[in-house]
């Protein structure tokens, strides 16, 4: 999955560019200003980046942006940015495309144009990534890797289960380069960050004028997919609607876009997964039982990270990288921390224990309170997530890991209400 860094002070922005680009399978990672937005292309894998040109309140000459845009290129000279700008600054970013800059769109930008100007300049190269190999030492993993690679050359679709931050998505592009299919697409998507009324249109495209907002006709996952691999996260999510549709395409290959008479018929493997208990779902009515089985033809169930303990310092160096070295005591704190936030969790921590790293190596104390919850509850962590970011749902799911749509469930489960800790 792609990244893209959105740089811009207002949230309401930063609000509207998350939900579009996580809609179209982006990762999204936002800043308000020079220094958060520096951080993050220094700390972290950026594929793309999205800037405005003013940051402070009052400001319009656009000399923030032209700050932001040499610092950046400093940093990484081959990151694509993409300049959003008034008309009155467009001098400015012209200057900027001169000196490097992917591309400039004015405001209020096309949702289109933005979105074909990100495709133009995110490498999407469907070559089998020979870097995206597994991390593993445990028992249990080689057991659930060694079937995964039995199963990944069999044409039958694959159910992943496991907790948030286990690492099922990992699996599922594992599994697709192990398989025939590994030279055509793998497509994700993420049905816990899509709303609930664009979920059929996502998957299955739509004709102009179809709903309101289709102001063109535009191809979805499954056509995307043809002849490869379609990842759907957070499978739970998709609607009855969307679960008749998609238990179609499973039995037929067939399909129609929203608004069009016309049957499509794509060849597509898919790979779904979930961290919720679908049976119970069944149960209530909320799940198709036989989309289930349609799905399930071999479920895959990742345990968390603390039931396969042979894996954690294995991760752990992998994610401080080869220049860097766990000291004793740091080992021992990563072996007794119960991990509820499993690999991405991990991840998380050890990125920010190596910034007050000294010498190369890490250790116990820098460690000490980087974890999401060392000593918090679940409950509590995530309460004190949302009021650090003043309840921002995207913000706040975005430091958690989570989708939305997770998080909102997560409130409603924990009955949390804002400045109640």
């Known amino acids: ?64 942006g032209k700050q932001l845009f040499y610092a950046i290129k400093a940093l990484n000279p081959a990151l694509p940015i993409i300049v959003i700008t008034a008309w009155s600054q467009l001098e400015t970013a012209i200057t900027l495309i001169k000196s490097g800059a992917a591309d400039y769109l004015p405001k209020p930008w096309d949702d289109h144009k933005l979105l074909e100007t990100i495709t133009e300049h995110i490498s999407a190269s469907i070559q089998p990534d020979e870097t995206n190999a597994l991390i593993y030492q445990s028992k249990e993993m080689a057991e659930l890797i060694f079937t995964a690679t039995k199963v990944a050359s069999a044409q039958i679709n694959i159910l992943i289960t496991g907790p948030n931050g286990s690492g099922k998505e990992k699996l599922a592009d594992f599994i697709h380069q192990k398989s025939s299919r590994a030279y055509a697409p793998f497509i994700k998507v993420n049905m816990g960050a899509i709303p609930q009324e664009l979920m059929e249109a996502e998957l299955f495209g739509a004709e102009k004028g179809a709903f309101t907002g289709a102001n063109q006709a535009r191809a979805g996952r499954f056509e995307a997919a043809d002849g490869g691999t379609l990842f759907l996260d957070e499978i739970g999510n998709l609607t009855l609607s969307g679960q008749m549709k998609l238990l179609r395409v499973l039995q037929t290959g067939e399909f129609e876009r929203l608004g069009s008479n016309v049957t499509q018929k794509v060849d597509v493997r898919v790979i779904s997964a979930t961290n919720a208990n679908l049976q119970v779902d069944i149960k209530s009515g909320a799940f198709r039982e036989d989309l289930y089985y349609r799905l399930n033809g071999m479920e895959l169930s990742i345990l968390p990270l603390n039931k396969r303990k042979g894996d954690i310092l ?100 924990f009955k949390l209400v804002k400045g109640e800790q």
Request: charged share 25%; net charge negative; proline share 2%.
């Open 314 to 413: 294995p991760l752990a160096q992998h994610f401080i990288g080869v220049d860097a070295a766990l000291s004793k005591d740091a080992e021992q704190f990563l072996l007794q921390h119960s991990w509820p936030g499993n690999v991405r969790e991990l991840e998380n921590t050890c990125k920010r224990a190596l910034i007050f790293a000294e010498d190369g190596q890490v250790t116990a104390s820098n460690l000490a309170g980087q974890t999401q919850s060392a000593t918090l509850s679940e409950k509590e962590h995530i309460s004190a997530v949302l009021e650090k970011h003043d309840w921002t749902i995207a913000h706040a799911a975005q430091e958690l890991g989570l989708s939305r749509q997770t998080l909102y469930r997560r409130i409603e489960k």
């Open 1 to 64: 999955m792609n990244t893209i860094l959105v740089v811009d002070d207002n949230p309401d922005i930063l609000d509207a560019l998350d939900l579009l680009l996580s809609i179209h399978n982006y990762k999204v990672i936002s800043a308000s200003n020079v220094k958060e937005a520096l951080l993050s292309v220094s700390r972290q894998k950026i594929d793309l980046v999205i800037q405005d040109m003013n940051f402070s309140e009052g400001t319009t000459s656009g000399e923030e």
